[in-house]
């Protein structure tokens, strides 16, 4: 082992070399001294971590001490009496043998492991980044299934409405062919009733279902373009964030579970969130979460809300339209109905008033009859050949009596007076009779009419209960009633002649 020799002391006056050689050599003695020292200091500073301590007024195993003291298990205190240890908190390699757990060391040059750190750094990023993709995938892929369902609930309440519309638009026919119908009654019953106002005012609310109906197939119809164009949106951006996810075989579950949910994009309820998980990442155009997988997410979001609000006005709009379609509908019924008691009714007066018509005119005209033998009996024989002696003036008993004066005999004046009486009596009998019988025929003519209305609102009243069967299409009761005057037989289609 190499002994230093101390060095000698010698006095200025014995000293040979010169004062300038000598402080030379000192200088660069003092030079490369500082310099080993600074390289040696910056040689060990490279292997520690930023925040050593290190102070060159202190110990080292002091400086050593306070350093690795944040590093050792905090003790605690529990309920029972006891002491429990815990390592601090933060990132690091925790040691339970020396109980201590030492930050996360960074080195500051590259260690003989470099290469293979940044294989592993490099197939780290890009598994993460396919599984943020994966992720990403799976939402557009939950979406785009939403999507598709409410489509299809969308679809069946579109069918129902339009079931509805046609419904509305047979009912629009049932009161045109209605109205056509009561056109044919006489025109005495074409009287404007209650029956023709329920008719109307029909048609006006049928009017104001239908077009609310169509309002609604039009605003379905276009939700059902939107919610069609945001499938396709989230179809290309799902199949676009696939293409990074060929080397992967992790199942879905596994992950929806790094990413700590059970499913994603269900709004009707708040995803249940676990204890570890990865947080969504904001939108960002070079990441797995791109702005424009943001946006139709966003979107569908928003259709799906709106879907659902829409789906619920249409559904309560086709079942307020229903009950209101049949309410008006038995409102009218009962209109007609009661217009075909009251014509009854009325029927049944007339009849009688024609019964007791009937026997007054028989006993006028037999009374009649019997005024005119009475006036020939009065009148006598035409010929006077066939005067018995007692009717004739001049019979002896009246010519000895008219032998003096002023014995003339009212006979013949009394008998003129009472054929003339007779006569006069008879012509307004006649007159009478012949009142009676206009007003039979005129009330014959009415009782008709009451029967051909009272049939035709029956007609009407058969035809709306058959027409608005569920079973009876558009169609079916389109051809019923079209131009066919009921008062004449039937058109028949050459096509069906030739069919029978």
Known sequence: MPVLIPPVEHSQGTRVGAP???????????????QTQRCGQEAVTMWQPKDSVWDPHVAHHLCRAAYILPWRFHVEMVKGG????????????????????????????????????LALQTAELVHAHARGARLTAARLAHTQQQINAQLRLLQRQREATDHRLSEVRKGLLINQQSVKLRGYRPTSEKVPDKADSMLTWEKEELKSMKRKMEKDMENSEAMLKTLASCWDTLAFCCKERLQVVDLMNQPLDKVLEQAGRHSWVNFSRIPTQRIQGQKIPPPDPVCMYTPECATALYEAKQLLMESKDTLQEMAKNEKDIREQQQQISDRVCASLAQKMRETSELKERMNMTLGLMRGTIHRCTKYNQEMYITRGLIKGPLSTNHLETREKLDRPLVRVYQRH???????????????????????????????????????????????IGHDVDYDVVRLRLRQRHPQVCYQQAQGLVNDWDPRTPARVDSSAAAAE
């Open 20 to 34: 300038a050689w000598r402080e030379a050599a000192q200088t660069k003695t003092k030079k490369a001294h500082q």
């Open 82 to 117: 006891g002491t429990l240890e815990k390592p601090p908190p933060g990132e690091g390699v925790t040691l339970w043998k020396s109980k201590m757990k030492p930050p996360v060391w960074h080195a500051r040059l590259p260690l003989p492991l470099n290469r293979d750190a």
């Open 405 to 451: 004066v002023g014995t003339q005999l009212p006979e013949a004046k009394r008998l003129a007076q009472s054929t003339d009486k007779l006569q006069r009596h008879i012509a307004h009998l006649e007159k009478n009779l012949e009142g009676l019988l206009a007003k039979r025929k005129n009330l014959t003519y009415s009782l008709n009419c009451k029967k």
